[in-house]
């Protein structure tokens, strides 16, 4: 059986924090993405304790602001790809707007860092939401181009042969030769 999920990322995460935090009686603010306020000082042993038991979530602690303002910049992209009201704004809009930054200056900070631009960036994350609805939904190309918010199922294509080096529906079959395969054994 294969149950299908929506689940909020941001929200996970802040209640992730939340229990951990409050479970080291650590008085806090949550600031923006990704942004945790310490109120007061925070002795090196319970901050260690709270580094290690945020491990297994995937939450690490940066140690600049650029790193984690790339991070933030990288989180509010997949929550902007996951958000269906989010289809008809500008990528440069929602992340000036979410970020509280000039689209410029994140662009600027984003392509020193990781020596690509946010646009690549996008791109690659559409790709990957992509191939997970290829191998995790019944979904069609069609279908899948419009909840990425393609303009047309060509275009999907064009950017996932150029990105993965295969065609969607070669995938597909690869991935189901796979699939089947590992069934067999």
Do not use: W
Not at 96 to 104: E, G, T
Not at 116 to 136: G, H, M, P, W, Y
Not at 151 to 161: D, E, I, R, T
């Amino acid at each position: 059986m294969t149950l299908f999920l929506k689940y909020d990322c941001h929200l996970a995460c802040r209640t992730i924090l939340k229990e951990h935090l409050e479970a080291l009686n650590i008085s806090y603010t949550l600031g923006n993405l990704g942004e945790l306020h310490i109120k007061g000082d925070l002795d090196e042993s319970k901050k260690e304790a709270l580094e290690n038991s945020l491990k297994k979530y995937g939450i690490q602690f940066l140690d600049d602001q650029k790193s984690t303002l790339v991070e933030r910049i990288k989180s509010a992209i997949d929550m902007m790809l996951r958000d269906e009201n989010a289809k008809s704004v500008k990528v440069s809009t929602y992340l000036a707007d979410k970020m509280n930054y000039s689209y410029s200056y994140l662009s600027n900070i984003f392509s020193e860092s990781t020596f690509t631009s946010i646009e690549n960036f996008v791109i690659l994350r559409k790709v990957d939401f992509a191939k997970q609805l290829i191998c995790k939904t019944d979904l069609t190309l069609t279908e899948i181009a419009f909840k990425l918010n393609y303009s047309s199922v060509a275009h999907l294509s064009g950017q996932f042969k150029k990105t993965t080096g295969l065609t969607p529906s070669t995938f597909l079959r690869i991935m189901k030769n796979k699939k089947d395969y590992a069934e067999e054994v």
